[in-house]
């Protein structure tokens, strides 16, 4: 079963416009933690947010929010305001409590979103 | 500037012909990681390290070796390249202890895209 489940392969959105792309999550541990990275045309992996499974409220960080949802395992990423530089590849990721040794990221295979004028 | 660098960017070889993808920190960071990135399938961890002289297998291992005799350093060696390594390889590192409890602990290199012929 896939562990992060991210259901949009591609999305568009008019500029200055909320997004929210979606993730979902698969884990029988108590303790995780969930990301989301940024990967411009560029290439590299833009960290964006962070929420940790015992957090009461959701994260936020300038434009970015991350709606997390524990009971339906969802965490979605929700862009506020968005600009032509938003347009890039993105990847929401968790790391398992029970694996705090190998400390693995696992990905969701992304969702392009492109913020159109 | 706290960074992971990677070299080369681009690299382009021949099957079987042995390469080396560098990877250097200079955040004193204990954990270091190498994931490939596909399309569709995100980032998958191949070799991860700990710490100097401990390095173990991810999910997608073989073809691959690593080493760790410098806590800054973790080069990804592939002794006999072949055509399903073509890909995009990601180096990151963090900090043991996760601190703050936040999630920027992770950093990533700009990544190092390999074709093999």
């Known amino acids: 079963a896939q562990k992060i489940t991210q259901t949009q392969p591609g999305m568009f959105v008019q500029e200055k416009e909320a997004v929210t792309l979606d993730c979902t999550y698969d884990?029988?541990?108590?303790?995780?933690?969930l990301f989301w990275y940024k990967q411009p045309s560029s290439g590299e992996m833009i960290f964006l947010i962070y929420?940790?499974?015992?957090?009461?409220q959701n994260a936020t960080e300038g434009r970015y929010s991350l709606n997390f949802q524990k009971a339906r395992k969802s965490a979605n990423l929700v862009i506020s305001a968005s600009q032509l530089g938003d347009s890039a590849m993105y990847f929401c990721a968790m790391r398992e409590g029970r694996d705090t040794g190998r400390r693995a990221l696992t990905f969701g295979s992304g969702t392009r979103l492109q913020v159109q004028p | 500037e706290a960074q992971v660098t990677q070299n080369p960017r681009y690299l382009i070889t021949v099957t079987g012909k042995k390469l080396t993808v560098t990877c250097s920190q200079n955040m004193n960071h204990e954990y270091m990681s190498w994931y490939r990135q596909d399309p569709g399938l995100g980032l998958r961890q191949i070799y991860y390290?700990?710490?100097?002289?401990?390095?173990d297998k991810g999910d997608v291992p073989e073809g691959y070796k690593v080493s760790r005799k410098e806590k800054r350093n973790f080069p990804l060696i592939l002794e006999s390249p072949s055509p399903n390594q073509t890909s995009l390889y990601f180096c990151a590192s963090s900090r043991h202890q996760e601190g703050s409890g936040r999630g920027d602990g992770y950093t990533f290199g700009s990544g190092t895209r390999l074709t093999v012929v």
């Open positions: 884990t029988s541990d108590q303790s995780y933690g």
């Open positions: 390290s700990m710490n100097v002289e401990v390095t």
């Open positions: 929420q940790g499974s015992y957090d009461e």
